[in-house]
């Protein structure tokens, strides 16, 4: 009986293992694995003092793990616990790959950017823009405004409303990919932002947390630590990004 017992137990842990995986929550040690990728990119990381790492266990998964790092007397530990958190529908994309449309996140460190918010106060201390309807962030490749903001009218063919009819640009941070410089064609508006529901979701490309989780990142962010993302693939972080 006992034996039996064991055996239920044992395929109860492997469905877990593999479900888990299957929703891109790696199988390992998130806080881990997140201290090898700094390490491994320590270089690119060598200005800032807070960093969200952002990585999946095979790069096509639409989910995976948000570790919240902060850098204090030169050491590097995680804040909070781990977060699920959603990506692009088809995954991250390679390093460089990353093309309007492909419904890919791009992989890469970058700055965090704007930060716009449906409220006029919101208990962080990063400067932000209260958004209007006016408010758009252009997604128009042949645009002169490509991958930028602009309030206002535009010429662009095609952009995104920063203000929605629900609450997923709530909050909303731009993802300083594709910035300096703009090339057009290689993907545009990668935002920080809220899920549809009370879970992730995956996106176009941007990365999706919850209320709770990201009122607690706005909260915990500083603009003189420098607010950064890396995110990609798992085994593309931990080999480091060039």
């Known amino acids: 009986m006992r034996y039996l017992l064991y055996i239920l137990l044992f395929q109860c842990l492997t469905v877990r293992l593999v479900t888990e995986s299957a929703f891109g929550q790696v199988t390992g040690n998130p806080e881990k694995i997140a201290l090898q990728i700094v390490k491994k990119n320590r270089v690119v990381l060598d200005s800032i003092s807070q960093l969200l790492v952002v990585f999946n266990e095979t790069p096509d998964q639409n989910s995976a793990v948000l570790v919240a790092m902060e850098k204090r007397n030169k050491k590097w530990r995680m804040i909070f616990a781990p977060k699920n958190v959603g990506v692009g529908h088809k995954g991250f994309a390679a390093p460089g790959a990353k093309r309007e449309g492909d419904q890919q996140s791009p992989t890469g460190f970058f700055r965090l950017g704007q ?128």
């Open 115 to 242: 930060l716009f918010c449906y409220d006029n106060a919101v208990n962080t201390s990063m400067p932000f823009i209260q958004t209007t309807s006016e408010d758009k962030w252009i997604d128009d490749p042949d645009s002169n405004d490509y991958n930028q903001h602009v309030r206002g009218a535009t010429r662009a063919k095609s952009f995104e409303n920063l203000k929605i009819g629900s609450d997923e640009y709530k909050y909303c941070m731009a993802i300083g990919y594709n910035i300096h410089p703009v090339v057009k064609g290689s993907g545009s508006a990668i935002f920080l932002h809220l899920s549809a529901g009370e879970k992730p979701n995956p996106s176009a490309g941007c990365v999706v947390v919850t209320l709770k989780d990201m009122e607690e990142l706005l909260k915990w962010m500083k603009p003189d630590f420098k607010p950064s993302i890396i995110m990609g693939n798992e085994q593309v972080l931990r080999s480091g990004l060039e």
